[in-house]
């Protein structure tokens, strides 16, 4: 059962616009949650993170909202790049247990020129 | 600052070998996790280290097992391999584990191979 889900597996954006990423938890008891980017054949890269005692928390371009009611979260990237192409991953921990992540399938963002 | 070290980057194993694999943490940072990476499954969690002593456990065989050492480099060792074992192991590091502010910064990752 996934704990953690990036419901949609690729995304394609123009240069310039908004992207979008969801990502939806199940599991009540996640206070932390984070956004790793991922090239391949390379580690995650960490991008941002929120506490759930936050509904936002923004650096730069990257906007990380949470919504807790509906266990939701999302992250934005305005304005998109080229460079920005590649998986995401949320992921999300119980922090009184330490530093077990659970993490989504990714999704592929694609930059369009 | 230098990030999180995997050695080795690439390794190919023959099934029923063992193998072990090393990351260096950033400087200053105690917790050490460990990551399965697969097409399949995605990324998973083995274990995490902190101060020497394992703190969280995945829900993977007991051939995978790990350990830390004073200077919190860890290594993950995996025993009797199998095909189903090729993956892209990845090591990640963080200072804090308890509260905001923990952030896991990951190295580039082992590629094995078990052929």
């Known amino acids: 059962d996934q704990q953690v889900k990036q419901n949609s597996p690729s995304l394609s954006v123009q240069e310039g616009r908004i992207s979008i990423l969801n990502c939806d938890y199940t599991?009540?008891?996640?206070?932390?949650f984070l956004w790793y980017k991922k090239y391949p054949a390379e580690g995650p890269t960490f991008l941002i993170s929120?506490?759930?005692?936050?509904d936002k928390n923004e650096d730069g371009r990257f906007t990380v909202f949470l919504n807790k009611s509906a266990k939701h979260l999302s992250l934005h990237i305005v304005p998109s790049q080229p460079g920005d192409s590649a998986v995401y991953f949320c992921?999300?921990?119980?922090?009184?247990?330490?530093?077990?992540?659970?993490f989504g399938p990714g999704t592929r963002l694609s930059v369009l020129p | 600052k230098a990030g999180v070290t995997q050695t080795p980057r690439y390794l190919i194993k023959t099934r029923g070998q063992q193998v072990t694999l090393s990351c260096s943490p950033i400087?200053?940072?105690?917790?050490v996790s460990w990551y399965q990476q697969t097409p399949g499954q995605g990324l998973q969690f083995l274990f995490e280290?902190?101060?020497?002593?394992?703190?969280n456990k995945g829900n993977f065989p007991g051939r995978f097992s790990g350990r830390q050492f004073s200077n919190s480099r860890s290594e993950m060792n995996v025993s009797t391999l199998e095909l189903g074992d090729s993956a892209l192991y990845l090591c990640?590091?963080?200072?804090?584990?308890?509260?905001?502010?923990?952030?896991?910064?990951f190295g580039q990752g082992t590629r094995l191979t078990v052929v």
């Open positions: 990640a590091s963080s200072l804090e584990t308890r509260g905001p502010g923990t952030e896991a910064f």
């Open positions: 400087s200053g940072h105690r917790s």
């Open positions: 280290y902190f101060s020497e002593t394992q703190r």
């Open positions: 599991n009540s008891m996640f206070d932390y």
């Open positions: 929120i506490s759930s005692i936050k």
């Open positions: 992921a999300a921990t119980d922090l009184t247990l330490g530093q077990n992540f659970v």
